[in-house]
């Protein structure tokens, strides 16, 4: 009884499907609405075919940017010079309307995409892995599948719509067998016997329409996610991955420097930095309990300018001096993940996403001036860190503001102590031959307590309320710092940070025409 039930219900859909795919093929001549469905899937296949060309004409863009950038540095330089900043002006200017890091919440909302990425990925997983253990269970046991008298009811309703749903997508191409289970069970369902119908839990069939449902979002998702993974890989390309390959700062300015310098010049040049950072620790303000803090600057105009205009104003006035570092600025931004930026000892970030300059607004404020002006050199096209470091220095230095003075010898003043420290360690007689002929400055007390990067009662503060261990975060941001100048080119890696000294040995002994010692005063 229940094999010929189950031959009628086939021969009724089959009927049914039949005379659908009459109609949707036109040998009625029909005009109506399933001729406009078939009309509105060819233009959905067009649709897909165009977006198929852009999706692999902008993948080959992004490839023969880089290509083009890692072979000629010329082309590098005209991009900088003639394109880079059309991203600013434009992109950035929109993105500086927004009173928040607008970069800040992308990047979270691309940790977000991941994590849903990585959870549907392992639940296809599984489903795969539950689906052939089933397939190989059911095969063990023969061919027992094409009976239906020892089927629970739902799953033998089940079948027989997904066996007219197949039906139906072989004879019409390019129709998924979820369209066909989601437009005939209507009409369908009415050809079956109640007795079938009253037997079919409605979990079976709910269960059925939730997982096309997921199987379409999940598809909607991957094909969102595919392109979102090349958009991130154009804007990076476009906004960082070129700028490697152009020339460097010093090479445009100043250009080759082969010289070697001597141990003695390092120590000039430490010097001058330790005696302004002894003089102007006395001279900035501070409140009762000896914190330094900034009270303003003054425009051009005589107007009061907070750190981050100020900050802008001496970059700007430094592409006086050096042209490239003219133009826009937009506006500076705190980051509302500071304490997170603090566990990677992080103090600013530039945001390709957004041509936003972000600091870390938890850091000691003497580390802000500094911070500020290197973040704004990445939007001038100085990706390197190093070049950062230097531009900088050269901008707060030059300022008339004490403060930002300050914050810009104090920016460069470990560094330089490192390498002494290195040259003692590495060259004792060496080192002691030139400390004879100019013996290093003795640095206060009191700049070292200004030179730290976060305040202990902040560090405490931080580390109660870290989710994840800092020393942890800050092991797994080395090495992905480390890792992403690498794969640019940088071939020493995070390291490349402390060639900031290289290039004040080659501003001060090959660009200028006296010694930093000299030109003290």
Same mark, same amino acid.
């Given at each position: 009884?229940?094999?010929? $039930? !189950?031959?009628? &219900? ?194 079976? $069939? ?20 595919? *392109? ?7 804007? +990076? ?16 300015? !100043? ?76 506006? &500076? ?38 911070? +500020? ?93 870290? *989710? ?14 480390? $890792? ?38």
């Amino acid at each position: 009884m229940h094999v010929h $039930l !189950f031959v009628d &219900l086939w021969v009724v859909q089959g009927s049914f499907f039949g005379h659908m795919l009459k109609k949707l093929t036109g040998r009625r001549g029909s005009a109506g609405f399933w001729t406009q469905k078939r009309k509105g899937r060819m233009k959905r296949g067009r649709f897909q075919g165009k977006s198929r060309v852009v999706y692999i004409g902008t993948a080959i863009l992004v490839a023969a940017l880089n290509t083009a950038a890692w072979n000629s540095t010329a082309f590098s330089d005209w991009y900088i010079a003639h394109i880079f900043p059309v991203w600013v002006n434009t992109y950035g200017r929109v993105t500086g309307l927004f009173p928040f890091s607008v970069g800040e919440w992308l990047l979270a909302a691309g940790v977000a995409v991941i994590l849903l990425a990585a959870a549907l990925a392992v639940l296809w997983g599984c489903a795969g892995i539950v689906k052939g253990i089933g397939i190989l269970t059911r095969g063990k046991k023969g061919s027992g599948g094409r009976r239906i008298s020892g089927e629970n009811p739902g799953s033998a309703l089940e079948k027989i719509m997904e066996r007219a749903s197949e039906k139906a997508s072989e004879k019409v191409p390019g129709k998924a067998p979820e369209k066909a289970l989601e437009k005939a069970p209507g009409k369908a369902l009415e050809k079956v016997p109640e007795k079938i119908l009253e037997k079919a839990p409605e979990k079976a $069939l709910e269960a059925r329409r939730n997982y096309v449902i997921f199987r379409r979002f999940s598809r909607g998702f991957g094909i969102f996610f595919v *392109w979102t993974l090349l958009a991130v890989c154009l804007i +990076m390309t476009l906004n960082c991955f070129v700028l490697y390959h152009a020339s460097t700062f010093s090479e445009q300015y !100043f250009g080759e420097d082969n010289q070697e310098h001597a141990l003695v010049e390092l120590i000039e040049v430490y010097n001058m930095v330790a005696e302004q950072c002894n003089r102007l620790s006395h001279v900035i303000g501070r409140d009762e309990n000896g914190m330094a803090v900034y009270t303003g600057g003054l425009g051009d105009g005589g107007e009061q300018l907070d750190m981050e205009d100020m900050a802008r104003k001496l970059m700007r006035e430094l592409g006086g001096e050096y042209p490239q570092l003219e133009g826009y600025y937009p506006r &500076l931004k705190a980051l509302l993940s500071s304490d997170f930026m603090c566990q990677q000892h992080m103090q600013g970030y530039y945001f390709p996403f957004s041509m936003e300059a972000n600091y870390n607004h938890v850091m000691h404020i003497l580390n802000f001036p500094a911070t +500020m002006c290197h973040e704004l050199a990445h939007l001038r096209g100085y990706i390197y860190e190093d070049e950062a470091n230097f531009i900088s220095y050269l901008a707060c230095t030059k300022s008339e503001d004490a403060f930002f003075q300050y914050s810009g010898y104090l920016s460069v003043l470990v560094y330089l102590n490192n390498d002494l420290y290195r040259a003692w360690k590495e060259e004792p007689l060496v080192y002691e031959e030139a400390v004879a002929v100019v013996r290093p400055v003795a640095v206060e007390e009191q700049v070292w307590e200004d030179n730290i990067f976060v305040t202990q009662e902040e560090w405490d503060r931080v580390n109660e309320n870290a *989710w994840l261990d800092t020393d942890f975060v800050d092991r797994v941001a080395d090495k992905f710092i480390d $890792l992403n100048l690498k794969v640019n080119g940088v071939a020493d890696g995070k390291v490349s940070y402390s060639r900031v000294v290289k290039l004040l040995l080659q501003y001060y002994f090959s660009n200028l025409s006296e010694s930093p010692w000299e030109s003290r005063t």
